[in-house]
């Protein structure tokens, strides 16, 4: 009896170091721009948002992924560089929300998610048909999506906004660095000098690396409009029936009550017969006015290693006519 009892305590002990182990920090904003953080498993976030297992492993920071925006039916997933975010009709996921790069992010998010609205007129329901209700419901979100940015373009806009200008500081910090390292290089030939340009043009070799992957995947995008289209997610969301009963897990009730159960699978059929040109170049507008940034931000360093190229052949040339000078007063 006594070891049944020292085995079922450890049984549960061993259950709990299982679920904390895979428990995972979370901060979760939502359209009010209200923030809270949770501690949850994958599993949770996979039930809560509608993606596969797969997907969510792209945000995994003890894996290496490259830069990467995909589409679901209910979300968009996101990774780039320290930003590594789920984001639904309503909802964003942010994972290491403590991290003091996220931190800035967070705080541009709370500020920009809201919209101001004015308060709408009540509508009284008594005899009525529900049928005309839900229609004229969908008809104002369809008319708010024609007025604002939908939720999920304000939080990939603030994302792209915040990797851009990271990405293009630490650009600025490294040109800052290494032009007079050349400079001085050019004008000294020394070990120690030569050193320093080495570990500059290795730390410039990693920045570019990180600039490409970004670039690259948001030319993806804008070379595929379905691929664009399936980051419309407001669009499905009007598009799709109304909401039955919710099976989400405890865990989720101190959320948005309303979150999770009104995003439903949506054909394909029906989301043609809303506005998909307009959607793929309203979306489209927004990607090529980051990806013009991060190509700005390529082109600086591209610039840096032709400068630095040039600066070694300089060198070479220096080093010959030295040792020619050499060989010639033997």
């Known amino acids: 009896m006594v070891r049944a009892i020292v085995q079922s305590v450890a049984d549960v002990q061993a259950l709990n170091k299982k679920k904390a182990a895979t428990s995972r920090q979370w901060m979760l904003l939502d359209s009010k721009g209200e923030s809270m953080v949770l501690e949850v498993s994958k599993y949770d976030i996979m039930h809560r948002v509608g993606i596969h297992a797969r997907d969510l492993r792209i945000l995994d920071p003890l894996l290496s992924y490259p830069s990467t925006v995909l589409g679901r039916e209910r979300a968009i997933v996101l990774n780039l560089e320290h930003i590594k975010a789920v984001i639904t009709a309503e909802e964003v996921f942010l994972r290491n929300p403590t991290d003091e790069n996220v931190i800035p992010i967070v705080e541009e998010l709370c500020r920009r998610l809201p919209v101001r609205r004015e308060p709408a007129k009540t509508v009284e329901s008594n005899g009525v048909d529900p049928t005309k209700l839900r229609t004229s419901s969908k008809s104002r979100l369809l008319q708010d999506i024609e007025d604002e940015p939908p939720f999920e373009f304000r939080a990939l806009e603030v994302i792209l906004e915040a990797i851009c200008s990271y990405l293009d500081a630490r650009t600025t910090e490294l040109e800052a660095d290494a032009y007079p390292a050349l400079d001085e290089l050019t ?7 030569l050193d320093r340009v080495r570990k500059l043009k290795s730390r410039m070799t990693r920045l570019t690396a990180r600039v490409q992957k ?24 009007a598009g799709s029936s109304p909401p039955v009963g919710s099976s989400l897990p405890s865990i989720w009730e101190i959320g948005s009550p309303n979150t999770g159960s009104r995003i439903s699978r ?38 840096l290693r032709e ?13 010959d006519n030295h040792r020619n000078q050499l060989i010639q007063q033997q």
Do not use: P
């Open 307 to 319: 400068y630095i190229d040039d600066t070694e052949d300089y060198i070479n040339i220096q080093l």
């Open 214 to 237: 970004v670039r690259d995947e948001l030319e993806q995008l804008l070379d595929d409009d379905g691929d664009m289209a399936d980051l419309f997610l407001t669009r499905k969301l």
């Open 266 to 303: 949506v054909s394909r059929a029906s989301m043609a017969t809303y506005t998909a040109d307009n959607d793929v170049e309203e979306l489209e507008m927004l990607l090529e006015a980051y990806f013009m940034q991060i190509d700005g931000t390529l082109n600086k360093l591209t610039a």
């Open 187 to 193: 004008s000294k030939i020394s070990s120690r000098n």
